[in-house]
Structures are given as C-alpha cells and as structure tokens.
T-cell receptor
Framework: DTGVSQNPRHKITKRGQNVTFRCDPI?????LYWYRQTLGQGPEFLTY????????KSRLLSDRFSAERPKGSFSTLEIQRTEQGDSAMYLC?????????????FGDGTRLSIL | AQKITQTQPGMFVQEKEAVTLDCTYD???????LFWYKQPSSGEMIFLIY??????QNATEGRYSLNFQKARKSANLVISASQLGDSAMYFC???????????FGTGTSLTVIP
C-alpha cells in the first residue's frame, strides 16, 4: 500500500491551454474523489467515482472539466481552455466500501498555476 | 444542505498544553460521519479521527479526542500535550447519509509555541 499518488505535483501553464492530471488511488479502494482547494479554504468537492462509474458531479465542475476512471483504477482530471480562476491545488482521495466511517485517504495534490 | 463551520481562523497553544479546535455542522441527515484532518505546510491531508452520528462515546486516537455534542451539532477536536509538529491547518469534515461527498470547513491554523 503506497498511498494515493498524484501526478504531476506542479503544473504551470498558459491561459487557454489544456491540462490533465492523474490520480492512482490505493489499490483496493473502489471510491475515488476529486477536490479543488484554493488558498485559505477547505477542499471543495468536484466529482466522485464508484469503480468506473462517475456517480456525482459538483455544480462547480463546468463543462471545461472532465474526469474519467476508465477501468476503475486510476483516474484523470482534464481542464480545457484553462482560466486564471482554475489556479488551485487539485486533490484526489480514495476510500473503500460504503460504511460511513471509512475516511478518505488523500494524495499530495497537483498544484496548478495559470500564467 | 450540509455545512461545516470552523470559526477560529488561527489558534496558538504553548507546547505541552491542550487545545480545542471548534467545529459545528448542519445537516438534516440522521446518519452521518464527522472527520478531522490535518494539513501541514507540505500539503498532504492526514486523517486524524472519526465520530459517527450514532456513536455514544466520544472518539479518541492517541493525543486526539473528539468532543461530540450531537444536540448542539458540534464536533470539537481536542489535542492534548501539544507538540511542535502539531503546527498545521486542521479541517473538520462531514460525510452525509449517501456517503458520496465530504463537506469541509474552512480550517483552523494551529501554531504551537515552544
């Protein structure tokens, strides 16, 4: 168990470019979550997968954002036509099962900076 | 709607003293879970402690304990015998009945003074 892994750790890009982040959850975890965290705030929920199915999306997730988890293992989060307001830390978390006492285990995040 | 409120943006505590970080929540769910996470300056979110809405006893994990007052909808984190390494942001979070979302507060920045 190597924990939740996110790549890259940092991404700097110009406004208007597309970016893609990857998350590898803990291997036996069937639930995967994406969050966005801006400075001084707590993580904000973006989307949730149970296995390969994307079951919930936040209204924060505009149509420029898309997430996939093709085989129920790793997940990608893509942002198209990036904007200044997309600058944030993007966190991935995973958990196992449905019991409400199961905590989410977080990766170290990908910090996105839009120039 | 679910909401977590942390009213202390920053707290200071002397090393070896105890400190309480406040958290109140709002939910209409009967079944829910409350979590505390620590986020050091390095950025990773570290799970500390969990309290279920039906748990009658307050949760404890080492130096961490959760003061759960269901009627007041509060779930305060108590850190005993503070250490310098406890300096970090602390987030209270709630998982509702569906379990599909975690709702986080805005966090409390804790500084432990030597």
């Amino acid at each position: 168990d190597t924990g939740v892994s996110q790549n890259p750790r940092h991404k700097i890009t110009k406004r208007g470019q597309n970016v893609t982040f990857r998350c590898d959850p803990i291997s036996e975890h069937n639930r995967l979550y994406w969050y966005r965290q801006t400075l001084g705030q707590g993580p904000e929920f973006l989307t949730y997968f149970q296995n390969e199915a994307q079951l919930e999306k936040s209204r924060l997730l505009s149509d420029r954002f898309s997430a996939e988890r093709p085989k129920g293992s790793f997940s990608t989060l893509e942002i198209q036509r990036t904007e200044q307001g997309d600058s944030a830390m993007y966190l991935c978390a995973s958990s196992f099962g449905r019991a409400s006492n199961q905590p989410q285990h977080f990766g170290d995040g990908t910090r996105l900076s839009i120039l | 709607a679910q909401k977590i409120t942390q009213t202390q943006p920053g707290m200071f505590v002397q090393e070896k003293e105890a400190v309480t970080l406040d958290c109140t929540y709002d939910t209409s769910d009967q079944s829910y879970g409350l979590f505390w996470y620590k986020q050091p300056s390095s950025g990773e979110m570290i799970f500390l402690i969990y309290q279920g809405s039906y748990d009658e006893q307050n949760a404890t994990e080492g130096r961490y304990s959760l003061n759960f007052q269901k009627a007041r909808k509060s779930a305060n984190l108590v850190i005993s015998a503070s250490q310098l390494g406890d300096s970090a942001m602390y987030f209270c979070a709630m998982r509702g009945n569906t379990g599909n979302q975690f709702y986080f507060g805005t966090g409390t920045s804790l500084t432990v003074i030597p």
